[in-house]
């Protein structure tokens, strides 16, 4: 039986389709929030709409619930206004959130009526975002192919709309595919050519994801010092833009590093704390697989007691979100 800790790349981040892209990366995300909700309260109903629509897309990096909450009030006021445009675009806002809790089933339901209702009126613009986010409950499930239909279907629409950022975005996710089927040649080329387009867009937030990623891989490659070095980088960034919810994947990463450098105290130490910040961030899926990692650490050190304990918390997780790749490797 294999007692090696998994590494796991960061999670992927969708891109609102609105006014992220206006908003200079300099400023908090605080300061975002703070204006947004000033905006809120004397806003007309059409940029009200735009408004709670990015709310949600802000709040899924710091409270799902709330971005839950933003995301329905968005759709149920541009059903009232019987705003076809803008209920797609809720429709991706609310599947996305619901997401990010596990709730893979709901979420796919709303991504689709997403697209559905775009097809509807004509406007394919969000359509590339939103297989993209369909791409990533097929990969957190399990279904790589249908992962990588919908990733590369994506890829090819921004392509043709020239939409650069989601382009890196989704080469990104290809590569975190590839990643599990161990095909690293392959996520390198994806990560790289993604990485080259962040740069050239000097965009902080994708270069903070995609060094995450990178950090990752190297752990494949046993560069476990270069690996830290990356995952510090990123760890930084994501505190830099205010996205705490992702900072627990960077202690992941430096816990296996340590681990495999025979520096079992530091590596305990992020995996404890990975696991209870994914867990308090509500990110179950993750918090599954690093309660997995923790007992391949303790088992390796015959500390069975506390081995059986996070199989179980494993296990449990597992079964709440439906993670049938999960589930099997937490039972063995």
């Known amino acids: 039986m294999d007692f090696t800790p998994r590494n796991k790349v960061c999670r992927r981040f969708i891109f609102a389709a609105f006014l992220v892209a206006a908003v200079n990366p300099v400023f908090s995300q605080r300061k975002q929030l703070d204006s947004l909700q000033r905006m809120l309260s004397t806003a007309g109903d059409s940029l009200r709409m735009v408004i709670l629509n990015e709310l949600s897309w802000i ?19 541009a059903k009232q206004k019987d705003n076809q445009k803008f209920i ?90 590839y990643k599990k089927q161990k095909q690293y040649d392959k996520v390198l080329k994806y990560y790289t050519t993604a990485l080259e387009l962040y740069e050239k867009l000097n965009s902080t937030f994708g270069i903070t994801v995609t060094s995450g990623n990178i950090g990752s891989v190297l752990l494949q490659t046993k560069e476990y010092e270069k690996s830290i070095e990356y995952s510090l980088a990123a760890k ?21 590093a340590y681990d495999s450098l025979k520096q079992p105290v530091k590596a305990e130490k992020y995996y404890q704390q990975a696991y209870s910040e994914h867990l308090k961030f509500g990110n179950r899926y993750e918090a599954a697989y690093n309660a997995k990692n923790l007992v391949y650490f303790y088992r390796k050190r015959h500390k069975i007691a ?10 449990a997780l597992a079964k709440n979100i439906g993670a049938k790749e999960m589930l099997r490797d937490s039972y063995q």
């Open 88 to 177: 797609a675009k809720a429709f991706n806002s609310l599947g996305s959130a619901i997401q990010a809790s596990g709730e893979y089933d709901s979420a796919l339901f709303y991504l689709n009526q997403s697209i559905r209702t775009a097809t509807i009126i004509g406007d394919s613009l969000n359509t590339p975002n939103v297989l993209n986010n369909i791409g990533i409950i097929y990969d957190e499930k399990g279904d790589y192919d249908k992962a990588l239909q919908s990733y590369f279907k994506g890829l090819q629409i921004a392509k043709q709309a020239k939409q650069a950022t989601l382009q890196a975005y989704i080469l990104s996710n290809i590569g975190i595919v």
């Open 236 to 256: 930084k960034g994501y505190e830099d833009l205010g996205y705490t919810r992702y900072v627990p994947y960077t202690f992941g990463n430096m816990a296996i």
């Open 59 to 77: 709040f899924k990096n710091r409270s799902v619930d709330s971005a839950i909450l933003y995301a329905r009030k968005a759709l149920v006021l």
């Open 306 to 315: 506390e081995a059986k304990t996070f199989a179980d918390k494993a296990i």
